[in-house]
């Protein structure tokens, strides 16, 4: 029904022919259609496509409610955001109704009388999916009434009843009738809380304080939840975990290329940053390694989990130091080095949890997660063995002196003083720009260091590299 033809009354909705379905039905036919066009689900959600997405399809084609069990940043939010896609585009429901009422069934007093007294001349409205959705964070001051509802003591004052469930102000569930809503963090819901969800959950309805009325609401409900706070802070009651149709697991990116995708897909840039950065693919790697490792590190609390965000932040974090540094030289490209792996203690530390609380320590561990990580990728692209052209000129008593406040055009001067830089740089993808070859140069000295080729002195914040 196009925007020009939309019905305003009852009656002319009844005359277009508009059947209107469940909830859960509307969902299932959307998903059902866009996997039949071969259509992309949940854009933006990476690494879940043959594990976590077919599991929320197979809950949607059941019609059942949705527990995402994860820890912190796995995308659990997102995904549910991304569910309001398979809504319709916008639905008829009775215009000013609080519960968005289906037109051919209303279930609140107020619709009813409005259409006893107008019969098919009822106003209708059309509600777009954005206003369908609606989310809670779990927090202690939570209370029924801010879920279900409550009595209004403005319409009680106005001259109502008690009893008249005209004075009753509905909570968010209820506004979100015919919708989608989501509880974040449902363990951290008071467990009196999640009693009140049992009738809707099994029942469709909901009650209200004493009134003996019934609103079997229209809802889907979505859900997320961390698994260190079935034990830390809260936990989901057995009997409401019982009602949700499915418990699906997320988890961080399985394969590096998934963290880097991430990481491309959602950091930050600024106007003046798109023609002047260059990444290359080794730093990136090195930075997505690091969070790989540190999400297998017996120094890390694994239960809390390490976040994609660590990866983000950092990436920013090493892109900002090299930035500066284009300033401070007035450099054409800003292209991170190693020496730029220093600014990503601030951007990590407040990201994950040691299991030691040693003083100190923290800066420590991620000192050798880093040369582990730049230990690894270094491997990937170079064999020490072939470069004994470079180790031989350093044996002949040459220093090499870095850091990131050093200048690319130092580094590019060096090429003539030690052979042997040439082949490993172009091999890099690094000999076109100063800025690139500064950094390949780093690369591959620090690599030669880790594997015991050459001393590293650091000297007044800068390194030397020797024989």
């Known amino acids: 029904m196009t ?8 009656k002319e909705l009844k005359k277009s022919g508009y059947q209107v379905v469940g909830v859960r ?98 106003a209708i409205a059309w509600l777009p999916r954005e206003a369908r959705y609606a989310e809670k964070l779990a927090t ?20 109502r009843y008690l009893s008249d469930e005209l004075t009753v102000h509905y909570g968010l569930i209820p506004r979100t009738n015919r919708g989608i809503f989501c509880i974040n ?18 029942e469709k309805d909901i009650q209200i304080k004493g009134y003996r009325i019934r609103l079997p609401l229209d809802v889907y409900l979505v859900a997320s939840a961390n698994p260190e706070d079935y034990t830390n802070r809260g936990r989901i009651i057995t009997p409401l975990k019982d009602r949700y149709g499915a418990q699906i697991r997320t988890h961080y990116p399985k394969l590096q290329e998934d963290e880097i995708r991430i990481i491309d897909q959602e950091v930050m840039v600024f106007p003046d940053m798109a023609s002047t950065v260059i990444v290359p693919v080794y730093m990136k790697e090195i930075i997505a390694e690091i969070t790989s490792l540190a ?14 965000r660590v990866s983000i932040a950092n990436y920013e974090s090493m892109i900002s130091n090299a930035y500066r540094r284009r300033i401070q030289h007035q450099e054409e490209k800003v292209v991170p080095r190693i020496s730029d792996l220093a600014a990503i203690v601030p951007s990590t530390m407040g990201k994950i949890e040691m299991e030691t609380l040693d ?20 491997g990937r692209y170079i064999d020490a063995d072939e470069l004994e052209d470079i180790i031989e000129g350093f044996e002949e008593g040459m220093v090499v002196e870095t850091g990131s406040d050093r200048p690319s055009s130092e580094y590019v001067s060096l090429l003539g003083e030690i052979e042997g830089f ?46």
Request: proline share 4%; net charge negative; aromatic share 4%.
């Open 3 to 10: 925007s020009g033809s939309k019905a305003k009354s009852l």
């Open 25 to 122: 039905e509307e969902i299932r036919r959307n998903l059902i259609g866009k996997l039949v066009a071969g259509e992309a689900l949940f854009p933006g959600i990476i690494g879940y496509e043959g594990t976590v997405i077919p599991e929320v399809q197979n809950a949607i084609l059941a019609g059942q409610d949705i527990i995402l069990l994860g820890e912190r940043g796995q995308a659990k939010s997102r995904l549910i955001r991304a569910m309001v896609s398979l809504l319709d585009e916008e639905i008829p429901y009775i215009a000013g109704c609080e519960i968005n009422d289906n037109p051919f069934a209303p279930i609140c007093s107020a619709c009813h009388e409005k259409i006893a007294e107008m019969g098919d001349e009822v």
């Open 140 to 159: 202690p001051d939570i209370a029924v009434a801010d879920l279900i509802g409550e009595v209004d003591p403005i319409k009680v004052a106005e001259g």
């Open 185 to 202: 963090e449902l363990p951290d819901l008071a467990e009196r809380i999640q009693v009140s969800l049992f009738n809707l959950m099994e």
């Open 295 to 308: 999400r297998r590190s017996g120094d890390i609390n694994q239960r809390s989990g390490v976040s994609v």
């Open 359 to 378: 003083d100190g320590r923290e800066v420590r561990i991620l000192e050798e997660l880093t040369k582990k990580a730049v230990l690894n990728i270094f």
């Open 422 to 467: 040439d082949e490993p740089i172009k091999r890099l993808g690094a000999d076109n720009t100063h800025e690139l070859i500064a950094s390949a140069m780093e690369f591959i000295l620090e690599g030669l260091h880790l594997k015991r080729r050459l001393n590293k002195d650091r000297v007044e914040g800068r390194y030397h590299y020797r024989t």
